[in-house]
């Protein structure tokens, strides 16, 4: 039976619930009808790749501005597929590896993959898997060519795989010619209006009244902030909890808005 | 006789049957008459190689955009000529090694077939042999020059060897001076007419009733489609497959074939 | 208790104060309010780090030309964070190591700081650890992404991370996109008027008496010195010694300030 | 006596005249009284060697476009000399070496030769030995320094060397300062007239009757091929066995000498 | 006692008095009051590093161009010292050497000096230790970074270092970012006036008489040399040796002055 | 006593008198004055060398187009020295090195050297001992910068050492910044007046009669050469003897010249 399926890869080959866990410290903030159009995209692949016998192999790109919450929302689509086999694939596990390791070490998530009947991997900022430096744009050529090669090997007969990628730097991967490999892409914008960022104020309890938030955003509209404002959630995160710290909260989070 | 000769071939090198196989899961759906052409080019080359005295060494480079279709195809001819000696090099089996690993492992296949009377290597995707990215123009020299001189190695006296290649990246091999070491080429075209993708929706059964396709092609046909699609049928079966899990699948297909 | 934990981290991982005391050995003088705003955005961070529960991990880069006093304000700042786990990564005790080296000798130091509850970093001299060089712009891509890497990881639950970083090449770092990576960046100015320089040398009493020092200060003045001048600490550190041990200090002092 | 010597040298060295066989399989055929010059300038060559004293290093570069017959030229040049030591450098020995293993296997060729007191050496493809590629120029400075080196190295006292190379990148060994390294060169050129082609059609019997000959010959005339024809030997071979398994060999042949 | 100290110093680290002793063969010339500033300069960085508490280490970087007399005046400041601990950096102890062993050779130095109350060390010919070449503007950047580091390392508590380093190619130590590294720079100078010249050539005695070395210094007058003139000592040096070989000193001496 | 001395160091490090020999198979012939003037300018260094207590190192350069006599001219004046230690390096017996085991080669030589009381070391082709191509201008920089310190290192108290080295690339040093290392240089040039060629024929007793050969160059005057003739000795020596096995050696003396 399946859930007897599942646990038995789960004793195989662990699992990456926990470090994806740790992804979503923050939670998710539906603090725009975007967030929820990037969640019900990655829960009809999800089922695209529990279905369809014709492509046993599905892969997603996460792209947008760093910050934007890519991570995110990558882990919260994977934890949701409830697959037997999620795992996550990240540089911060990988400091220090040579090439070959890394390449080792990408590869062996994929193989293990590939003895589960449903998959997910999430494959987090791959530009810094790939070493990638604008300067001299130096990356390893090694690691690129390992996952171009993994994104088009089809699972073994009766597997199914979805991979979940995310990047600042669609631009060079294009530049690659990796992303033909994708057979899909989403955005991940920047909150770019007031009432986004209202929003996530208001949840986050920044100020003890709402008349305060009321305050603070109205100075924000004030100082012509619409229209030109972008922040990602992450950074937005950031200046609200140094303004929490602050004697004047709203004095701290207004000046530091208006600074961005 | 040829079938123990066979047999002993089989039995010394092994075959890469089922690796070709899965190359072709979804068939070769004959949805324009220059997929028989191809595959009547290739019968011949398959001929020439088991009867000319003279050309012992006959090699074909199969070329055109992703997807189109050029894996399926070369595995078909391989399959359809019965020699002896059937092998598939790809990268798919060399991700992580280094460039003298690779170096080796494409000379043994060459090494293998030049003892068995009647040979075909199917060597898939060379750019990715080559390790090639087009940022700086990188590729492994090592096993570039390894393959232009099996490319022009003559099999030793009595043996035979058709080379079937698989490339995205003509336009390169030229410039590295790969293309003068080819017999000959065939292109392998994307398909540009809706009729074409009629067939494919047809048999791979997308819409119940033959109503509905008719609606989905009428549909795209007065959005202007026809002159400018141009889609491999590897991303025509990823958007059937997509749509066939959709509630809709008419308005599905018809919007993601609008969005290419 | 907080105390006794301080004191195992300590035992276990050793601390680097007597080392950040060296970065101060001519002490902090305070010749520009502009000294006391950056001690003060200091203590701040130090503070948020303690307090967020969102943010436990803060990082904030001192940048500045050459001998502005970089090093020496951010030892400060982290001295007085009195956080249990305080240490140094300075390519000082790096000088001949290889890059691999390099990035386990600075991962270390962090996975070390993770297993303390409140941990500060100082990682002096980024440049240098990078092995930046302006011809060709050369540099260790390896220390380079484990940095940007390290520099985005979050500390595990329950663990908080300061870390202050300094740099004579903001330009640079922003091309490496190394500066997404920071929380906040702090400027640090040259010495620009002469009333800063007095301040310092009254302070250094190269001078046995004031009128000697109003002296060379209305020669300074004079000279048109005010509006042009721009020295780092550092170097008026080494002026002022270099000129105390001439026979005539006024001339010294003066001549060598006129010839920067 | 010189059999002895020959003898011995054998028995020691080996030779590699079944390689030099196999480079001439199709034989040469005289289509042109370049031929016989390029001959006749060999046997010259091989006669100087033998007689002056004050020459004891001779070589030769043939150079000239892709399939020319260079190899096949060389081969019969060395071949015809007699001379006791008779061997071949060739790339396709060498696949998969390292760049000191090749000049090792090239020196160990050049310090065998100095051992019979007359010798010849075929080095064919220099371009490859030297692992050229024109992007980016790479190529093996290792193998080329040794190759320089060993072109101007004078045999031992008593010891005669006539070098023979091919190679299709005259103007990169030029680039290379090669070429002085060189006593002479000889061009092998493209067949550029259909009467050449006649003759080659003919003493390869691809037609069963004159006629047909005639009636193919006439159709290229028509087609004014006549004036803009260039093709080696090597590629007209191909043409021609692939027209002789064709239906209409007549249609074909005419069909692929115009799509050339 | 100091003397003690020195002894003690001698005998663990031994000293480089012969080397540097070496690097004067030719004695220190007082052809110009430049000599005499530069040794006066030297003599007074040398009481600095005695004194001052605060400047613990003080570098200067004699510069010029070729065989103007750096490594002799250096050498001659760092012996007129007196200091316990005294060591020569020198290319030429260092062929053959890998860019590690280098960085340990120069680092050993650099430990060594930190163990001696008084060190000086001449670091001779920073570019060729750099292993530097226009051509491409190729150098060792581990070397590069390791005297980087090494100048800004301040010795431990309680001793003190000067580092005196001689360098033709200033520019490109200034492109490398390293001369915000030295505490000072002194300007090393050809010859550039016939009177110079006049009082080496009567101090090495090139002649015999007076009045032939006034012959000779007319003699190069009235050919204009005086005002175009610029050649370093150890050429001088070279040019009157060679003039005192011949049959005719006065014309070798003017004809090699004249074809400089 | 010297002879002493001089059968010492012959034991200790043997002697390159017979390679040397082997650079001039040929012999020197005296076709223009400035071969005298070369040979007289080594015999002085020599010399020098020999006599100045002042400059136990004199280095020299001879400069010039391929095959002009370069290294005959230095291997002769290295023999009429007589030194006790008398060396060659020469790329041909470094095939295949590696950079450091050449720089260890090179450097054996000249530390052997500084145990003779006079040495003289042959350094030739110094291009290829840099393993030097024009072609991105690559070359060891590793001998490169043991050269440089080489030709400046002093020999120890008491010892003497001529360095004579070739290349025909001044033009490369320079930009390399080499050719300040040497004392002096010498140019050796083409043979480029019909009265030069004429002495070496004559020399060689090409033709059996003086007609023939007052023939043979009253023809080259004729067809205009004189004027635009340059060719190196070694050149025209390969000419003099192809020539010499021709039927008709003035007509293939004569065509050759026109044809160079
Ligand atoms: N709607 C949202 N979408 C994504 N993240 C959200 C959202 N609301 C809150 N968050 C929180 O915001 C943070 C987003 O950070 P995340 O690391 O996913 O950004 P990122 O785009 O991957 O950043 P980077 O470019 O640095 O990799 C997380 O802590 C997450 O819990
Ligand atoms: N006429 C056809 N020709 C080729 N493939 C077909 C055809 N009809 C159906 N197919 C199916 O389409 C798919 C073609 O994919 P294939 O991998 O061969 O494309 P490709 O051009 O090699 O792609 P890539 O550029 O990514 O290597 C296969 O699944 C094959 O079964
Ligand atoms: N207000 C001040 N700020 C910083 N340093 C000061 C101040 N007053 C005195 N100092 C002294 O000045 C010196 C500053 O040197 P420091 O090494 O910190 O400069 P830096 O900017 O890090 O230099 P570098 O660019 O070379 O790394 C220290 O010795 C310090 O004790
Ligand atoms: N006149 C001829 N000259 C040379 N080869 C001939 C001639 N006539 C027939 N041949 C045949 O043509 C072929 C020439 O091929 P060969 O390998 O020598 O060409 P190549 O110029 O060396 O090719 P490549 O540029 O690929 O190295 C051989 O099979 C040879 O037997
Ligand atoms: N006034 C002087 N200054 C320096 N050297 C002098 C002076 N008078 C005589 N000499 C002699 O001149 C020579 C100077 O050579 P030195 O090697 O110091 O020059 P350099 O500038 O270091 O050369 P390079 O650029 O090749 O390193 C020494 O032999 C030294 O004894
Ligand atoms: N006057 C002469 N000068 C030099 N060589 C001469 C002279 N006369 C005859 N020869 C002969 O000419 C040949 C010169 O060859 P050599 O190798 O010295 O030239 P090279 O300039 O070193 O050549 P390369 O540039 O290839 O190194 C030798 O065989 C030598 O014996
Ligand atoms: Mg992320
Ligand atoms: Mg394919
Ligand atoms: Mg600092
Ligand atoms: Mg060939
Ligand atoms: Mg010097
Ligand atoms: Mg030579």
Do not use: W
């Amino acid at each position: 039976d399946f859930m007897g399926a599942l646990d038995e890869v789960h004793a195989a080959f662990g699992s990456s619930e926990e470090e994806l866990d740790a992804c979503i410290t923050n939670g998710i903030i539906h603090f725009s009808p975007e967030i929820d159009r990037i969640l019900e995209e990655g829960r009809l692949r999800v089922e695209q790749v529990k279905k369809s016998e014709r492509t046993p192999l599905v892969s997603v790109l996460l792209h947008g501005p760093p910050g934007a919450g890519k991570t995110a929302l990558a882990a919260t689509i994977a934890m949701q597929s409830e697959f037997p086999f999620i795992k996550l694939i990240s540089p911060e596990t990988m400091v220090g590896m040579g090439e070959l390791q890394k390449v080792n070490a990408i590869n062996r998530v994929f193989q293990d993959s590939y003895k589960s009947p449903l998959s997910v991997i999430v494959m987090d900022d791959i530009e810094r898997l790939l070493d990638y430096t604008p300067i001299g744009s130096r990356f390893s050529n090694v690691v690129l060519q390992a996952i171009a090669v993994l994104l088009k090997k089809q699972p073994p007969k009766g597997k199914r795989l979805l991979v979940l990628s995310t990047t600042t730097r669609r631009h060079v991967l294009e530049e690659m010619d990796l992303l033909d490999s994708f057979s899909s892409q989403l955005y991940v914008e920047n909150l770019r209006k007031l009432e986004e960022v209202n929003t996530v104020v208001k949840r986050l309890e920044l100020f003890k009244m709402d008349g305060e938030r009321h305050t603070a955003m109205a100075t924000l509209a004030k100082s012509g902030l619409e229209g030109q404002l972008t922040i990602g959630i992450k950074k937005l995160l950031m200046t609200i909890e140094k303004a929490r710290q602050s004697e004047d909260p709203i004095t701290g989070f207004v000046s530091d808005m208006n600074n961005l």
